[in-house]
């Protein structure tokens, strides 16, 4: 297995450069380490969230904030009572059974995957535009498995979903990228048939809807972030919601222990949220319709400056989808009338237009080099041997192709700053077209 040289080492030349220029480059870079190219250093990005995700208090986040300080209760665990409040309000927001509110989306996935029962010798499907709930899926000591997305919605093929499944496969992991939802219906039903739980990753598609219904409570547990530079920001914070009893006891119960009132039977994990970030999570979700409505109308900028382009496609579909914009999407492509891409990438960054990025994710999920290298104790533990790994490049040539060329634009930056930077994307365009 290959390592080692690939890791930041404290002091050493790759982290001086991560503190000397991360902060001001305007790109990610790909650096030869070793026989492999890694990104050692992938800050600039998030970075540019960093800047522009800013939300200052505009509702009852102080007054909420004043009341549990002055409770003195900052715990649900100790006496807290607005937790509960605010599982109660954002299942109520998007017409789930439960919500177990916890510190991030990632201990969401992760309590889901255990809850759905997968574990050393099981294998879960993934999308492979994100490496988030192939992550999660490790973490439980299973194995992912990877299908290809739909270059159109960026989201999981559901014709390619049934091929991908064996005997040992527990549930599927669908994603909705850049908050389009993913087509649930059809996913559900090739679940159902096959007697599979589906995790539905909601980290970026809060309030967003597939024919009439919000994403999160299509499947079995919907995942969401409050991560800063999400639509709900609340620096850190997560929630599953779930719709069946005994799954959400599972999700609950793995998530809130161990506690000193409980006697262990199983490991668990202490992924409470605080009673702090709940208030400010009652409080903003007071805004949230509102704060989506803003989001759309800045998307409709972005669209607006592509229009007529015809070397980049929206995101689109599917059908009776209706979108929360986390991000902005397009495909960057090739043909006969489109720029070179390097050269649309440096015009792209002299123009200085830090609401928009290209390629954020980088590559496809399984060619992270955790996963392409098989860096987790799942993949060494011998009870996942009949678990397919085959982590060839190749395999989702979709993803592979459209990853690393989507455009992004960063709907939840400040107005002003959208307008401007559609503005500086339209003379960009306008200028190589
Ligand atoms: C699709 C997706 N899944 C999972 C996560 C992880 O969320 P969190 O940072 O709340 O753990 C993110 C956040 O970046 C995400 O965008």
Redesign the pocket.
Known sequence: MHNGEARMRPGSKEENTFMSDGALSARSRLRPVGKHAEYLVDEPYIATEKNLSSRPAGGNEMKYLEQVLASGNLSSLMGGTVTPLFEKAFRRLVSSKYSVAMN??????HSAVIAAGAGPGNEVICDSV?V??AMAVLYGGAIPVFVDVLPTTHNMDPERIEAAISERTKAIIV???WGLPAEMDRIMAVARRHKILVIE?A??SLLATYAGRFTGTWGDIG?????A??QLSLG???MATVQDDDLYRAVANFAHAPTFLSVAHTLDYNYRINELTSAVGLARLETIAAEIERLESNASCYDHAVEGCDWISLQRGPEGARHSF?YWAANFLDGENAPDFGRFNDELAKAEIPSVTVGYTKMAAYQHPLIKYRRAAAFADSRNRACRMAYDDGQCPVAERIVPRMILGYTIAPDDVVRRDADKLREVIRRMS
Not at 104 to 109: E, G, I, K, N, Y
């Open positions: 991030s989306c990632m201990s969401a996935l994100y988030f709930g994603t909705h990228a990753d980290a970026e995942c969401f972030s409050f991560q530079s999400k850190d914070g997560g986390y």
